[in-house]
């Protein structure tokens, strides 16, 4: 996106998808709940108008150098 190769793409949050596969495995294994179960991890759009500040927090926080 940075360099002007594709118009956008989405990222999602994989600590979320992680902490809701587990919550909701837990509920049908003790039978909190009854299948089938689903969660939509919400997607974040990266475009030209968000990418400077998408690489100067993930630089912040270590994710990408």
């Given at each position: 996106?940075?360099?002007?190769e ?42 030209k ?10 630089k ?6």
């Amino acid at each position: 996106v940075e360099a002007g190769e594709m118009t956008a793409t989405v990222v999602q949050n994989a600590t979320e998808q992680a902490r809701h596969g587990l919550r909701i495995m837990h509920e049908l294994l003790t039978g909190e709940s009854e299948g089938p179960v689903d969660y939509i991890v919400p997607a974040e759009l990266i475009n030209k108008d968000n990418i400077d500040e998408w690489i100067a927090f993930h630089k912040e926080i270590g994710m990408i150098e």
